[in-house]
């Protein structure tokens, strides 16, 4: 009896211990269906230990899932914000991801649809077929006027990279840099090729005193056009590199006025009548080796293209709540088409007028890039035969009236 007792405790107890155990793992096995959305039950000694080590884990784990995702989800919107396109095409050219700018540059909506659905281009097509092995220049329908250089990068052992990038403002940057090189090889070409024809025949030819000096009176004339050319290069290539003016620096106008202003009737020699009006602020917040060079080659320009008994004058008065400083002569004018381009570098109405004067074709350029530093606009007003208004604007808040 005692023994059948005894097993009879020992079979219940053990009972007991595989029910309690069960009751664990079977809390275990629920939570594990669905261990995202479920608490971990309680559990008692092993068990319970065993299940806080599960619910650390749990939240270290959702904690660092939580921050990949917040991670993944700035580099998504970083990508959308990227202004080329980014597209991802599987070995069959179909879109497999894309940014916002590609739905936007290219129209792309949807996915597993081949690239050329969205790119109507024969070239494109021919070029994306070939495996793309050199980047494409396309003007795209949907954005014309522009340029869009294509290249295509390994994206995994099956996949690539499309990205397409706007190249317009670097094209024309380019073609202006090229232009500038021409022209700059053509103005110093012409004088060289004067002077080298005045050297060579002054080696060649027994001349008289009269003849050799009237030769290098005109070799000298050249090289002063080249000189004055070189010194203007230098002067716009500061100005186009300086950053913008932020100092507060006051330059008193009248007295720097009337410098230049005798300086230009220096230059006349008496052969106009040049003068000065001044009702304006006492001050501008200018650096004045700036002002000089605006103001200078406004009236060079002035004294240049105005005949003999004709008048400048130069005003600096308020209008409105700005300041205006403008250079007005009776000269030849301009006619209108060639008002929007006198800015240019090396623009010129009549380039045979314009070397016979000394001009080098980059005044105007260097005063338009000196007033840019200040906000400061350059107006032009002409018309053939009667003259021309060049006007300078300032903005209020670089006026001083009490300096």
């Not at 009972?15 to 629920?30: I, S």
């Not at 008692?44 to 650390?56: C, K, N, P, Q, T």
């Not at 100005?239 to 720097?256: K, M, R, Y």
């Amino acid at each position: 009896m005692g023994a059948l007792a005894a097993a009879g405790t020992l079979a219940i107890t053990f009972g007991v211990y595989v029910l309690w155990q069960g009751w664990h793992l079977a809390g275990l096995l629920h939570w594990l269906a669905l261990p995202r959305n479920r608490t971990l039950p309680l559990g008692v000694g092993r068990w319970g230990l065993a299940f806080d080590r599960l619910s650390r884990f749990a939240r270290e784990e959702q904690q660092a899932r939580v921050e990949m995702a917040a991670e993944l989800e700035r580099v998504r919107a970083a990508v959308h914000r990227i202004p080329d396109a980014l597209i991802v095409l599987d070995r069959w050219n179909q879109v497999e991801w894309y940014n916002r700018r590609a739905e936007s540059l290219l129209g792309i909506v949807g996915l597993r649809r081949p690239i050329h659905h969205f790119v109507r281009d024969p070239e494109f097509g021919e070029w994306i077929d070939s495996g793309a092995p050199a980047p494409l220049e396309l003007k795209l329908p949907q954005h014309p006027g522009h340029i869009h250089l294509m290249r295509v990068y390994p994206a995994g052992e099956t996949h690539r990279l499309l990205i397409t990038h706007d190249v317009t403002e670097q094209r024309r940057l380019d073609a202006m840099r090229r232009d500038f090189v021409a022209n700059v090889s053509h103005e110093i070409r012409t004088p060289l090729t004067v002077i080298s024809g005045f050297v060579e025949t002054m080696l060649d030819l027994e001349l008289d005193e009269a003849s050799r000096r009237h030769y290098l009176a005109s070799t000298l004339k050249q090289t002063d056009t080249m000189r004055r050319l070189i010194e203007d290069l230098l002067i716009l290539a500061k100005l186009e590199h300086d950053l913008p003016v932020v100092d507060d620096a006051t330059t008193s106008i009248e007295g720097l006025l009337e410098v230049l202003v005798g300086d230009a009737r220096a230059l006349s020699g008496s052969r106009h009548h040049i003068s000065l009006s001044f009702n304006g602020p006492q001050g501008l917040k200018v650096d004045p080796a700036d002002l000089q060079t605006a103001v200078r080659n406004l009236l060079t320009n002035a004294v240049r293209y105005t005949p003999e008994g004709g008048s400048i004058r130069v005003c600096w008065e308020m209008r409105g709540q700005e300041a205006c400083l403008s250079v007005q002569d009776t000269g030849i004018g301009i006619a209108p088409e060639h008002l929007p381009r006198l800015t240019e570098r090396f623009y010129r109405v009549d380039r045979s007028r314009s070397r016979d004067s000394g001009g080098t074709g980059l005044g105007l350029a260097i005063v338009k890039h000196a007033l840019q530093r200040y906000q400061a606009q350059l107006e032009i007003q002409s018309k053939p035969g009667e003259g021309s208004v060049f006007t300078i604007r300032w903005p209020a808040e670089r006026l001083v009236f009490d300096p």
